[in-house]
C-alpha cells in the first residue's frame, strides 16, 4: 500500500523517527537537528528503496547531501590559478622585501635585477660560495622563491622546481649553517621572514610534486638546480606509519573548511599534508581497526646536508622527511629542537567529508537494519597502536555514529598532553537494538582488540583505560564495569541457567549476556545525558513503532525465539526478555534498567557524570505543568544522575548535543589530564598561570593550549 507515493511502512518509518525525537524539539536548534532525519526518511520513501546493505547506504549518502547540510565540509580553497604559457603575457614577479632591494642597492644590482632577474641570481650564487653572508643567503632564498613562483605561473614546472629547492637550500643554510651561527639572530624580523620563505618555497615544490609520481617516499631523485648545483633528493616516512600504506598526499592549503568551530595548528618549519591510506580489504590484524581511505596529519620537513668540500657541480643532498606530527612535534636539527608547523583539524575533516559519514544517513541506516550494522560494527582506530599512549574509547548513543565525537576529539587532541599520553578509539554499534546486547559485543570487541594488540599484556597504558560514553552509550561502558553475578539472570529465572534446554552454541550465546565479569583494564568511566534510570520518551507511542521499524539480526532473534519456546515454564518476565528494541530497553519500567542502577560498580574504577538540563530553555516553562521534568530534553535530570561518583557537572544544552558543549568538553579535558597527575605522568595540570599574554606570543606554546589558560587570565 502507498500513500501519496510513499508505501506505509516507509511512511511508519517517518512516523517513528518524529516521536522519538519528539523530546529534542525545545528550541529551534532541534528542530535544525530532526530536519535532515526527516529528509533522509522521505527520501527513502519517495525513492522507494530499502537500504539493505552498505552500496545502497552510500549511494542514497550522495542524494541527501543534495537536500541537507553537510555536518563537516572540506571543499578547494577558493583561489583560480592558471598555469601555462599564454600567463607569460601578464604574470608579474612579485616585488623583493625592502630588506632585499637594500641588498641588492648596496651591491649596485637593482637595475640589473630588474632586467635580468634569474642571471641576477646566479650571480649572487657564485659570490655567496665562497664567503657567504646572511645578507646574501636571504637573498638568495628570496628573489629564487619570487623566481620559482613567476615560473610555475607561465607553466615552466621543471624550472620552478630547480629553483624552489635553490631557495630551500639556502632558507635552511641561514637557519641552520654552523658558519652563520654568531650572526643569526632569532629576533630581527628577517628570521621569520626567512622561515616563512622556506615554507612557501617547500609548499610551492609540493604543488608541483604531489600530482607528479616523484613524489614517492622511499626514492632517491636527482635534479639540476643549476650549472654548478646539483641535488640528490630523497622522501621518507619516519615514525610509525609505513610508506606502502599511503595512497597519496594532498596539501593542506588547498582546502577549506567549514562545520567545525575550532582549527588547531602549530607554527613552526615544515608544510602540512594530508596523508590518504591505501584501501585494504583485510580483516586480520591491526588493518581490522583502520577504517577505510583514513586520512591523518602528516608534516613535510626538508633537511639539506650541505657538501663538505667544494665540487664542481656543487652536490647537496635534500632529505624529505615526512613525519607524523601527533607522534612529535619536534625535530633535531643540528643538535637544536625546531617545532614543526602542523594542522591537526583540516586531516580529520578531510575524511570525514565521505558523503556516508558527514550525513545523517550512516545513523540512520545502523537503527534501522540490523544487516547493514552487522557489517560496521566494532573498534575504530584513527593512529596506529601504540603500547605506551593510553587508550580512550568514545561510545556514541542511540541514533548515532562515532562522527558525533567530531567535536570533542578535535578540541581534546589538540591538547600537548592528551596528545602525547592519549590514543583514541571509536565504538559503533546497531543502536536499535536493547543496550544489553550492544554491551556484550563491547566486551567482547574489547577482550578480542586487547589480544590483537596485547597479547602477551604487557603495556601499563592498556591497565589504565578510560570509556567516555554518551546517552545510551554511556549504559553500554558502565556494563563494562560490573560482575554480574546472578542478578541479570534472576529478573527471568530462579532456576540455575545450566538447568535451560536448548542447543549448546545458542545458549553459550544467551549466557554471555547474563553472567559476566568487569573488564580489569577499565580504570575511569565517563557517561555523559546517560538515562541511568531510563527515559520517559521511550513510551507507549515510540515502543510500538519501534518495534515496527527496528529490528534484530536474524540469528539473534531466532535465538531468543528458540530459547524461550523450549524454556517457557522455566522463564518470568519473558515480556523483558525478547524485548525487540533499544527503545524497549531504555524505558523506566525496564527491569534491566531498574537491576543495572542499583548494583554496585567495580571498587577500583572511578565514575564521572555530566548530565544536560536545558529546561530554562524550553518553551514548555511557561506552561509550569507537574509533567515538565528538568533536564535535556529526552533525560530527565533525575534519571541522569548517578550516586557514587568522584565528580559530576551539568550543562544547559539539549541531549543531541551535551557532548559538544564547551563545558563537557572542558571537563573530559580536565578528567584525561587528572588521570595522568594521579598515574605520575605529569607533575601537575597544565594551566599556564603565569602567562597574561595571547598563544601566539608565547614560544612553543600552540593555539590547542589555549584552552588550559584560567578565565580570569584570558586576554581580550
Known amino acids: 500500500m502507498r500513500l501519496g507515493g510513499i508505501s506505509l511502512h516507509l511512511a511508519t518509518r517517518l512516523a517513528v523517527l518524529i516521536a522519538i525525537h519528539m523530546g529534542h524539539i525545545f528550541s529551534l536548534r532541534s528542530v535544525r537537528l530532526l530536519a535532515p532525519a526527516c529528509v533522509l526518511t522521505l527520501g527513502i520513501g519517495l525513492v522507494g528503496c530499502q537500504l539493505d546493505d552498505m552500496h545502497d547506504a552510500r549511494k542514497f549518502a550522495d542524494v541527501i547531501l543534495l537536500t541537507s547540510n553537510s555536518q563537516v565540509e572540506v571543499k578547494p580553497a577558493k583561489k ?8 607569460r603575457f601578464w604574470a608579474k614577479r612579485e616585488n623583493p622585501s625592502e630588506r632585499t632591494l637594500l641588498f641588492l642597492r648596496r651591491n649596485n644590482l637593482e637595475e640589473e635585477y630588474e632586467s635580468s632577474p634569474a642571471e641576477t641570481v646566479t650571480y649572487i650564487q657564485e659570490n655567496c660560495r665562497r664567503n657567504p653572508t646572511m645578507a646574501q643567503v636571504h637573498a638568495i632564498a628570496e628573489l629564487s622563491e619570487i623566481e620559482a613562483n613567476w615560473l610555475s605561473q607561465v607553466g615552466q614546472q621543471k624550472e620552478a622546481v630547480q629553483l624552489y629547492l635553490t631557495s630551500i637550500i639556502h632558507a635552511y643554510q641561514f637557519l641552520f649553517a654552523p658558519q652563520l651561527d654568531l650572526k643569526r639572530n632569532a629576533y630581527d624580523p628577517q628570521f621569520r621572514q626567512i622561515c616563512d620563505t622556506y615554507n612557501r618555497s617547500l609548499e610551492g615544490m609540493l604543488k608541483i610534486m604531489c600530482p607528479d609520481s616523484r613524489f614517492q617516499p622511499e626514492h632517491v631523485y636527482e635534479i639540476l638546480a643549476s650549472d654548478d648545483l646539483r641535488v640528490e633528493f630523497e622522501m621518507q616516512i619516519e615514525g610509525r606509519w609505513r610508506a606502502e600504506e599511503f595512497e597519496r598526499f594532498e596539501l593542506v592549503s588547498d582546502f577549506e573548511m567549514d562545520g567545525l568551530e575550532n582549527s588547531y595548528k602549530t607554527f613552526g618549519l615544515g608544510v602540512p599534508l594530508i596523508a590518504v591510506r591505501k584501501k585494504t580489504d583485510s580483516t586480520t590484524g591491526f588493518e581490522q581497526y583502520y577504517p577505510p581511505s583514513l586520512a591523518m596529519p602528516m608534516t613535510a620537513f626538508c633537511e639539506v646536508h650541505v657538501p663538505e668540500a667544494e665540487s664542481s657541480p656543487s652536490t647537496y643532498r635534500v632529505k624529505m622527511r615526512l613525519i607524523d606530527p601527533l607522534e612529535t612535534s619536534m625535530v633535531s636539527v643540528e643538535g637544536r629542537n625546531i617545532p614543526l608547523e602542523s594542522e591537526y583539524t583540516l586531516p580529520l575533516a578531510y575524511y570525514l567529508s565521505d558523503p556516508l559519514l558527514n550525513s545523517h544517513v550512516l545513523s540512520a541506516a545502523t537503527l534501522l537494519s540490523a544487516d547493514i550494522a552487522d557489517e560496521l560494527y566494532g573498534m575504530y582506530m584513527i593512529e596506529p597502536y601504540d603500547p605506551e599512549k593510553i587508550p580512550v574509547v568514545m561510545v556514541h548513543g542511540f541514533w548515532s555514529s562515532p562522527v558525533t565525537w567530531l567535536p570533542m576529539f578535535n578540541d581534546l587532541r589538540a591538547n600537548p598532553e592528551i596528545r602525547k599520553q592519549y590514543q583514541f578509539w571509536f565504538y559503533m554499534y546497531p543502536t536499535g537494538q536493547p ?9 567482547d570487541d574489547l577482550v578480542k582488540l586487547r589480544q ?7 603495556s601499563e597504558s ?9 546517552s545510551m552509550g554511556g549504559l553500554l561502558s558502565r556494563m563494562q564495569t560490573i560482575d554480574s553475578g546472578n542478578q541479570f539472570w534472576n529478573i527471568f529465572s530462579e532456576e540455575p541457567f545450566e538447568q535451560m534446554r536448548g542447543d549448546w552454541g545458542e545458549l553459550s550465546d544467551i549466557k554471555n549476556l547474563f553472567f559476566f565479569e568487569d573488564n580489569q583494564s577499565i580504570a575511569r568511566v565517563i557517561t555523559i545525558a546517560s538515562p541511568h534510570h531510563g527515559t520517559h ?7 510500538w513503532l519501534g518495534q515496527k521499524l527496528f529490528s534484530l539480526p536474524q540469528l539473534l532473534e531466532s535465538q531468543f525465539s528458540d530459547f524461550v519456546d523450549m524454556n517457557r515454564e522455566q522463564l518470568r518476565n519473558i515480556k523483558t526478555l525478547t524485548i525487540p528494541t533499544s ?13 543495572m542502577a542499583g548494583m554496585a560498580q567495580a571498587n577500583r574504577v572511578m565514575f564521572h557524570n555530566i548530565y544536560g538540563d536545558n529546561s530554562e530553555n524550553s518553551w514548555l516553562r511557561f506552561f509550569n505543568a507537574d509533567w515538565i521534568r528538568p533536564g535535556d530534553g529526552v533525560v530527565a535530570v533525575e534519571s541522569a544522575k548517578v550516586n557514587h561518583v568522584a565528580s559530576e557537572v551539568g550543562v544547559t544544552e539539549e541531549h543531541a548535543e551535551v ?7 572542558v571537563e573530559v579535558r580536565r578528567i ?22 595571547p598563544a601566539g606570543f608565547v614560544p612553543g606554546l600552540s593555539e590547542g593550549d589555549i584552552g588550559n589558560l584560567p578565565e580570569k587570565k584570558r586576554c581580550p
Open 80 to 87: 583560480f590559478e592558471y598555469r601555462g604559457p599564454i600567463n
Open 435 to 443: 543496550f544489553w546486547i550492544s554491551a556484550q559485543q563491547l566486551r
Open 452 to 458: 590483537t594488540v596485547d597479547p602477551l599484556s604487557q
Open 462 to 470: 592498556m591497565e589504565q583505560m578510560v570509556l567516555v560514553g554518551h
Open 537 to 543: 520518551y521511550a513510551n507507549s507511542l515510540t515502543r
Open 583 to 595: 527503545v524497549d530497553s531504555l524505558a523506566p519500567d525496564s527491569l534491566f534498567i531498574q537491576k
Open 659 to 665: 557532548h559538544r558543549h564547551p563545558k563537557a568538553i
Open 672 to 693: 584525561l589530564l587528572d588521570h595522568l597527575k594521579n598515574l605520575g605522568r605529569i607533575e601537575q595540570n597544565p594551566t599556564f598561570d603565569s602567562l597574561v599574554v
